[in-house]
């Protein structure tokens, strides 16, 4: 394992409440290499680590993998053969693969990170072209919220433990490594809204379902301060707008298909069929399968 929760002095393993890490065993990577698209880039390992204190690495051979971190909260620092540089919010730091450095986190104020490791040719032009835009191992973006949604859609991608799951993680890395290649110099302008960030990235990534506190991370707020100003733009909860979404697509699946009903929950993010009906019973006041028969 390459990425871990560990103390960067003492090496002790550590573990951060909310936290979620995907390692793909190296067999499945050196396979992917070898096959058609994920030939190209493929994502080795990804992860969210949220107030992650005592959270560092030292690695003085450098890592396999070209390393991206993107600071939504707190602060940290790293350093490379280019030098040590602080890490603040908004902060993207690109390693490449085999270059010596070591990073941690502020004692008094840990970074939440969300980061991933790649590999393959286009991973290695990509690393490139964003130290080359950046001018060193960290570009500052206006809106952070963006990268770490891809690096959050690359998790949930990995976290299948399928060949199009790897595809769907290469997918966003690309995207992830081309938007800061894009942004990492623009110049000030607005700050952008944490509210629409959050929107686009559950709309990108419905049905499956976000934990609110990642959701805050992700856009720079706290869960309060998220729900609180969620409810006043949109005018309904996170969680209520997630679910939501679930049950339109689920209305989708109903007026447009003829899967079982429990196929629909399950396409929906449902595990259980009986509490997805239970749910759309509540919100439409029919049960699925009355909801497909009715006169339209």
């Given at each position: 394992?390459?990425?871990?929760?560990?103390?960067?002095?003492?090496?002790?393993?550590?573990?951060?409440?909310?936290?979620?890490?995907?390692?793909?065993?190296?067999?499945?990577?050196?396979?992917?290499?070898?096959?058609?698209?994920?030939?190209?880039?493929?994502?080795?390992?990804?992860?969210?680590?949220?107030?992650?204190?005592?959270?560092?690495?030292?690695?003085?051979?450098?890592?396999?993998?070209?390393?991206?971190?993107?600071?939504?909260?707190?602060?940290?620092?790293?350093?490379?053969?280019?030098?040590?540089?602080?890490?603040?919010?908004?902060?993207?730091?690109?390693?490449?693969?085999?270059?010596?450095?070591?990073?941690?986190?502020?004692?008094?104020?840990?970074?939440?990170?969300?980061?991933?490791?790649?590999?393959?040719?286009?991973?290695?032009?990509?690393?490139?072209?964003?130290?080359?835009?950046?001018?060193?191992?960290?570009s500052h973006l206006r809106d952070p919220a963006t990268v770490a949604s891809l690096v959050s859609q690359a998790?949930?991608?990995?976290?299948?433990?399928?060949?199009?799951?790897?595809?769907?993680?290469?997918?966003?890395?690309?995207?992830?490594?081309?938007?800061?290649?894009?942004?990492?110099?623009?110049?000030?302008?607005?700050?952008?809204?944490?509210?629409?960030?959050?929107?686009?990235?559950?709309?990108?990534?419905?049905?499956?379902?976000?934990?609110?506190?990642?959701?805050?991370?992700?856009v720079g707020l706290s869960t309060s301060q998220l729900g609180a100003l969620f409810r006043a733009q949109v005018?309904?909860?996170?969680?209520?707008?997630?679910?939501?979404?679930?049950?339109?697509?689920?209305?989708?699946?109903?007026?447009?298909?003829?899967?079982?009903?429990?196929?629909?929950?399950?396409?929906?993010?449902?595990?259980?069929?009986?509490?997805?009906?239970?749910?759309?019973?509540?919100?439409?006041?029919?049960?699925?399968?009355?909801?497909?028969?009715?006169?339209?």
């Amino acid at each position: 394992m390459d990425e871990s929760t560990v103390d960067a002095l003492g090496g002790l393993p550590e573990g951060f409440a909310g936290q979620r890490m995907v390692v793909v065993p190296r067999p499945t990577v050196r396979a992917a290499l070898a096959r058609p698209v994920t030939n190209r880039l493929v994502v080795t390992d990804a992860g969210f680590f949220p107030h992650a204190a005592r959270h560092g690495r030292s690695r003085p051979d450098g890592a396999r993998e070209h390393v991206l971190l993107v600071c939504t909260a707190g602060a940290g620092w790293c350093r490379t053969p280019d030098g040590r540089f602080d890490v603040r919010p908004g902060d993207v730091v690109l390693v490449p693969a085999r270059t010596p450095h070591e990073y941690a986190a502020d004692r008094a104020d840990p970074w939440t990170l969300w980061w991933l490791h790649a590999t393959g040719p286009d991973a290695d032009e990509l690393a490139t072209a964003v130290r080359d835009a950046a001018g060193g191992p960290v570009s500052h973006l206006r809106d952070p919220a963006t990268v770490a949604s891809l690096v959050s859609q690359a998790i949930d991608a990995l976290d299948d433990g399928t060949a199009g799951g790897l595809v769907r993680a290469a997918g966003a890395a690309w995207h992830a490594l081309a938007h800061v290649v894009a942004t990492g110099r623009r110049s000030p302008g607005p700050a952008p809204d944490p509210v629409e960030r959050a929107v686009e990235h559950l709309r990108a990534t419905a049905p499956r379902r976000t934990p609110v506190s990642a959701l805050a991370a992700m856009v720079g707020l706290s869960t309060s301060q998220l729900g609180a100003l969620f409810r006043a733009q949109v005018g309904t909860s996170p969680l209520q707008y997630q679910t939501g979404l679930r049950l339109a697509r689920a209305r989708e699946l109903l007026d447009a298909t003829d899967l079982p009903v429990a196929a629909v929950a399950q396409a929906c993010g449902y595990a259980d069929p009986l509490y997805f009906s239970r749910r759309f019973t509540r919100t439409h006041g029919l049960s699925p399968s009355a909801y497909r028969g009715r006169d339209v």
